[in-house]
């Protein structure tokens, strides 16, 4: 691999599995240093002993203020500075009708996927604008532009988490820094696992279902969010800011139920469709 991240600093929360993880290991690939900031303990360590001295681990939880505060002065304690911040965790929340949905479980979810967005773009800017620059990455999700994708919560939450970015990206610029999300489609790790079976280490059903969706022939993998990460954190997207990037391959929001309704052989006529082709003709 490159160096396209030379000597640059990352700190990527959820970064102890799935899509965290993917984008941890292809950062240090592309020569940058990170911090894995995560709940999981034991697997964000062991991640971190894996990579050498190019990673450290900082336990946070991402809904607490102080804890994410504390993890982005440890990485500039520790690593020297912070170019990019990669606000990643998430869970799948609440599921269900919204008629069963409790306060608790509404709050829950936005608290993880979009509370812990607001304090991470928040203390990401404490730091890089007296530096002058930086790129702040959040995972939305194509359930954050088209409705009907995910459950209520998280649907309404990863709305939240695009909207967000294109509001904070013009006032952070004029510091320099680049605000952007990505938004994943079905992605096999352990969250679709759990979506798809109900177990988090059933990745062959969610390979096997993400898969059956995808006019790609194949369902999204952390490498393909890895490799969207990089690009957004790189100085090849220095003119890119305020955007989400779509990576689902076409099978979500621009296909699925979209295509349902136009397909390519559909043969509607009449006064809203094609004309008839008229009588004698051909
Ligand atoms: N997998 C997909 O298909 C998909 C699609 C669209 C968006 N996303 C988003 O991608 C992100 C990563 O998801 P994933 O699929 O890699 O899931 P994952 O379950 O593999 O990894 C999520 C990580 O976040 C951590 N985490 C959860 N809550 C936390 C908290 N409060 N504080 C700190 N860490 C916490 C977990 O410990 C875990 O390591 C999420 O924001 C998710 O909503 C995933």
Redesign the pocket.
């Known amino acids: 691999m490159g160096g396209r991240l030379e000597g640059k600093v990352a700190l990527v929360?959820?970064?102890?599995?799935?899509?965290?993880e993917g984008t941890v290991r292809r950062f240090v690939a592309e020569g940058a240093r990170c911090m894995v900031?995560?709940?999981?303990e034991e697997?964000g360590r062991t991640l971190a002993d894996d990579l050498g001295s190019a990673a450290a681990f900082a336990r946070?939880?991402?809904?607490v203020e102080e804890d994410v505060a504390s993890a982005v002065d440890r990485t500039v304690a520790e690593l020297g500075r912070l170019d990019c911040m990669f606000n990643?965790?998430?869970?799948l929340g609440a599921v269900g009708p919204i008629v069963g949905t409790s306060v608790e479980a509404w709050d829950t979810t936005l608290a993880?996927?979009l509370r812990?967005v607001f304090l991470g773009i928040k203390h990401a800017a404490r730091v890089m604008i007296p530096q002058g620059s930086g790129t702040i990455l959040s995972?939305?999700?194509?359930?954050g532009v088209r409705a009907g994708l995910g459950p209520h919560a998280?649907t309404a939450a990863?709305h939240g988490v695009v909207g967000l970015t294109g509001s904070v990206a013009p006032e952070l610029g004029r510091h320099g820094i680049r605000v952007n999300c990505i938004?994943?489609?079905?992605?096999?790790?352990?969250?679709?696992a759990y979506a798809a079976a109900g177990d988090?280490t059933a990745t062959d059903a969610a390979y096997a279902r993400?898969g059956s969706r995808s006019p790609l022939g194949r369902p999204?993998h952390?490498d393909d969010i890895a490799a969207a990460a990089l690009f957004l954190a790189s100085d090849d997207a220095a003119y890119v800011s305020g955007a989400c990037l779509v990576v689902d391959a076409a099978s979500e929001v621009h296909g699925a139920m979209v295509s349902r309704w136009f397909e390519a052989d559909s043969e509607l006529v009449g006064p809203f469709g094609s004309p008839p082709a008229p009588a004698g003709a051909g």
């Not at 929360?13 to 965290?20: D, K, S, W, Y």
């Not at 900031?37 to 999981?40: A, S």
């Not at 946070?60 to 809904?63: L, M, R, Y």
């Not at 938004?183 to 679709?192: E, I, L, Q, R, S």
């Open positions: 929360t959820g970064g102890a599995a799935g899509i965290g900031v995560d709940l999981d697997r946070a939880d991402v809904t990643n965790a998430g869970i993880v996927l812990s995972t939305a999700s194509t359930a998280y990863k938004a994943p489609g079905g992605t096999v790790t352990a969250m679709t988090p993400i999204g952390v």
